[in-house]
């Protein structure tokens, strides 16, 4: 084990610190079994491994990911509760039932599909296990009835009217890139509710996770010329910054983090 050591940080607007808030909120002990979907290099599942010690089946189809996951799990000296299984997220044959909890961060719902994600995470979940998922949404879902009544109260020469939050065309297409849709939290919410899950809790990464996101993305890059194969990353990243600072995505795009408890289906 290297005292010296590091963790690698996620590819997407989130740190270790609020990573560890929300397995707090999960109330993971180390009995349990963790699946880790689109695992990486290993950022969620060796922390996990390591806080609170839960055993880890991390899964990744890069080999080069994988290979570097273990590598972090030597390191580290959690080797013993990581299991890095280079398969393919799209066509895992795991049995049913098996895991406490299924975390499936950054590209796992927007690769999968989020019904077909929520509907394989029901499956390899233990009854009351938990889902954590995190995924860009848009910050436009409708405004609650006591939302619109408390406008109406408000004395104004003009009725006031709720307004939409929608991401512009722009924004749209350079973080869809015409393959992907993002949905709203309330449509989360609403998709969870249907396929046999309770939310319970969600939070925004704050502007500042985006920051550090955008830091840590562009020195892992490098210069735009410095490493040819990285040159394509380098310019989706610069596109995402765009479309979060200078194009309106600050008021209208967020990076949800949700947790939701498996029911029991009813026959």
């Given at each position: 084990?290297?005292?010296?050591?590091?963790?690698?940080?996620?590819?997407?607007?989130?740190?270790?610190?609020?990573?560890?808030?929300?397995?707090?909120?999960?109330?993971?002990?180390?009995?349990?079994?963790?699946?880790?979907?689109?695992?990486?290099?290993?950022?969620?599942?060796?922390?996990?491994?390591?806080?609170?010690?839960?055993?880890?089946?991390?899964?990744?189809?890069?080999?080069?990911?994988?290979?570097?996951?273990?590598?972090?799990?030597?390191?580290?000296?959690?080797?013993?509760?990581?299991?890095?299984?280079?398969?393919?997220?799209?066509r895992l044959e795991l049995p049913a039932q098996s895991f406490d909890a299924v975390f499936a961060l950054g590209a796992a719902p927007t690769v999968l599909g989020r019904g077909a994600l929520l509907e394989r995470c029901h499956f390899y979940l233990r009854p009351g296990g938990h889902l954590l998922l995190a995924d860009i949404?848009?910050?436009?879902?409708?405004?609650?009835?006591?939302?619109?009544?408390?406008?109406?109260?408000?004395?104004?020469?003009?009725?006031?009217?709720?307004?939409?939050?929608?991401?512009?065309?722009?924004?749209?297409?350079?973080?869809?890139?015409?393959?992907?849709?993002?949905?709203?939290?309330?449509?989360?919410?609403?998709?969870?509710?249907?396929?046999?899950?309770?939310?319970?809790?969600?939070?925004?990464?704050?502007?500042?996770?985006?920051?550090?996101?955008?830091?840590?993305?562009?020195?892992?890059?490098?210069?735009?010329?410095?490493?040819?194969?990285?040159?394509?990353?380098?310019?989706?990243?610069?596109?995402?910054?765009?479309?979060?600072?200078?194009?309106?995505?600050?008021?209208?795009?967020?990076?949800?983090?949700?947790?939701?408890?498996?029911?029991?289906?009813?026959?």
């Amino acid at each position: 084990m290297d005292p010296q050591a590091s963790i690698p940080g996620f590819s997407f607007p989130l740190s270790g610190g609020l990573f560890r808030v929300a397995v707090r909120g999960l109330g993971l002990t180390p009995d349990l079994h963790v699946l880790d979907l689109f695992s990486g290099q290993g950022a969620a599942a060796l922390r996990l491994a390591r806080d609170p010690g839960c055993s880890v089946t991390a899964v990744e189809s890069d080999p080069t990911l994988c290979r570097r996951a273990r590598e972090y799990a030597r390191a580290i000296g959690v080797e013993g509760r990581v299991s890095v299984r280079q398969m393919d997220p799209q066509r895992l044959e795991l049995p049913a039932q098996s895991f406490d909890a299924v975390f499936a961060l950054g590209a796992a719902p927007t690769v999968l599909g989020r019904g077909a994600l929520l509907e394989r995470c029901h499956f390899y979940l233990r009854p009351g296990g938990h889902l954590l998922l995190a995924d860009i949404v848009y910050l436009d879902s409708p405004v609650s009835a006591t939302g619109r009544q408390l406008l109406s109260e408000i004395r104004s020469d003009e009725p006031l009217e709720a307004q939409a939050n929608a991401p512009g065309p722009v924004v749209r297409g350079l973080l869809e890139q015409g393959r992907y849709r993002f949905e709203t939290e309330s449509d989360y919410r609403q998709l969870l509710e249907a396929m046999g899950y309770a939310v319970e809790f969600s939070f925004l990464s704050p502007e500042s996770e985006w920051a550090e996101y955008f830091e840590r993305m562009s020195r892992e890059y490098g210069d735009r010329h410095a490493h040819e194969g990285d040159a394509d990353a380098r310019t989706r990243l610069c596109e995402e910054a765009a479309a979060y600072y200078a194009l309106g995505g600050r008021a209208s795009v967020g990076y949800l983090v949700l947790s939701a408890r498996c029911l029991e289906y009813e026959d």
